[in-house]
C-alpha cells in the first residue's frame, strides 16, 4: 500500500513557478514509477510527466517539455515537479500517482497504469 500527498500548489501569475511535491508513506517509491497528472474543468486526466524509481527514465508531456522537470529524492521519499514559466492553460488540478510497471516511462502511461492516487492539488496560473 502507498499513500501519496501532494502539496506546493497555489496562486501564481502566468510566467511564474511553483514546485509540486508528491511525498510517500507506508512505503518507499522503490520499483515504481511516479506520475504527475492533471485535470482542468471539464476536461480529462491528462499525463504531465513521469519518473521511473528504478531505472531513472523519465516522461514529458509534449506541452509542458522544456518547462517542467520531474525530480526525486530517495531520502525524503518524495518526487518533485518544478513547473516554470507557466501559461494560463496549466490550470488544473495536479494529482501525483504510482504504478508498479517495470519498464520504461519514455513514451508516457496512461491513467489505468497508476494504481494509488493522492488528493490532488490546485494550481491556478493567472494571466
Known amino acids: 500500500q502507498v499513500q501519496l500527498v501532494e502539496s506546493g500548489g497555489g496562486l501564481v501569475q502566468a510566467g511564474g513557478s511553483l514546485r509540486l511535491s508528491c511525498a510517500a508513506s507506508?512505503?518507499?517509491?522503490?520499483?515504481?514509477?511516479i506520475g504527475w497528472f492533471r485535470q482542468a474543468p471539464g476536461k480529462e486526466r491528462e499525463s504531465v510527466a513521469a519518473?521511473?524509481?528504478?531505472?531513472?527514465?523519465?516522461y514529458y508531456a509534449e506541452s509542458v517539455k522544456g518547462r517542467f522537470t520531474i525530480s526525486r529524492d530517495n531520502a525524503k521519499r518524495s518526487v518533485y515537479l518544478q513547473m516554470n514559466n507557466l501559461h494560463p492553460e496549466d490550470t488544473a488540478v495536479y494529482y501525483c500517482a504510482a504504478s508498479a510497471w517495470m519498464g520504461t516511462v519514455a513514451d508516457g502511461l496512461g491513467p489505468a497504469m497508476y494504481k494509488y492516487w493522492g488528493q490532488g492539488t490546485q494550481v491556478t496560473v493567472s494571466s
Open positions: 519518473i521511473s524509481w528504478s531505472e531513472g527514465s523519465t
Open positions: 507506508g512505503r518507499t517509491f522503490s520499483g515504481y514509477v
